[in-house]
């Protein structure tokens, strides 16, 4: 793929866009969004062409919660329908704050967003053990309503409380993007390209031989980091809510990390220093990137994204 520029993937954290407190009103997403896209149009300005992925947690578990609390009077839809939906959403709020911050800076740029399909294994070991928790939290009378009358998986995962429960749903490592030739299209025309939504909405092949959608989620970095490959970028940036990786963390041991080699991260990985469901699929996909071939890959905060890529804020992956 013929490059004039240097290309970075970044991938936006969901938390980046309704922060832990909010409620995720349409206002308080929209401001998020606005200092998102206030830092990413640095890497713009500074002739980086950019390609953005980001997380939708918050935002599909609350329409699981709409689909719920409607279901009595409009047919509720499939988790792979919220999460193509939540993609729109998303992409829309993004596409239109980063035309508006280019506007006011006179660049003329295409911002679009693609719908994601990330394919993977049907016969992946997720499937028979789901673990990803997703939705609301549950009392005990209504999780074993929810496991009888639809037949959710559901497991507790908090220590007490009077809801402690989830649903949980299969997380499967994804494979590929179905539209990279699209993607690779948009990309080579200079095109600033929103994709990958929420890990994709995760499809399977199925035994027709035909894409089908199903009930689970595709982690959004592991699936930012196919995106990476997808474009050939020199640079994957995962930006999450801590300005760098922690070793030891929550011992008295703990420390920030600045850089890492593939085979020191590979190591740490094993060892258990990076939360599952956290820290350590952020880590997978970082030392995944730099072995398909990128330059480097960086862990860092929304505010010092810019900083990062100069080499002075951030966890560094390397070769």
């Not at 990137?289 to 990128?294: A, D, K, L, T, V």
């Amino acid at each position: 793929m013929k490059k004039d520029h240097k290309r970075i993937v970044i991938a936006l954290g969901g938390n980046a866009i309704k922060l832990p407190r909010q409620r995720g009103t349409y206002g308080e997403q929209l401001a998020s969004i606005r200092a998102a896209s206030h830092h990413i149009l640095e890497f713009i300005r500074q002739g980086f062409n950019v390609v953005i992925t980001h997380g939708n947690g918050p935002q599909v578990g609350n329409l699981l919660v709409q689909q719920e609390a409607g279901g009595s009077q409009v047919p509720a839809q499939p988790m792979h329908i919220c999460n193509a939906m939540t993609q729109g959403q998303m992409g829309y709020l993004l596409q239109q704050t980063l035309m508006n911050e280019l506007k006011s800076y006179n660049l003329n740029f295409n911002v679009v967003t693609m719908i994601t399909q990330v394919l993977v294994d049907r016969h992946d070991p997720d499937f028979q053990h789901p673990s990803k928790p997703v939705g609301p939290f549950y009392d005990p009378a209504t999780k074993e309503k929810l496991e009888s009358e639809k037949g959710w998986r559901m497991k507790k995962v908090l220590p007490g409380g009077d809801t402690p429960f989830r649903r949980v749903v299969p997380s499967p490592d994804p494979i590929r993007i179905l539209e990279v030739h699209a993607l690779k299209k948009v990309v080579e025309a200079g095109m600033i390209v929103i994709a990958s939504g929420g890990g994709g909405v995760p499809v399977i092949l199925n035994e027709k031989g035909e894409f089908e959608g199903f009930e689970g989620v595709v982690d959004k970095d592991l699936a930012g980091e196919k995106l990476a490959e997808a474009v050939a970028a020199d640079y994957f940036m995962v930006l999450t809510d801590v300005p760098k990786v922690k070793l030891g963390f929550g011992t008295p041991e703990e420390r920030e990390i600045d850089r890492l080699n593939v085979e020191e991260a590979r190591k740490y990985l094993k060892a258990g220093h990076f939360l599952a469901g956290s820290m350590a699929p952020k880590v997978l996909a970082c030392i995944r990137f730099i072995e398909y071939g990128g330059e480097e890959a960086i862990i860092t905060s929304l505010d010092r994204a810019w900083p990062a890529v100069q080499n002075q804020e951030g966890t560094h992956f390397v070769p």
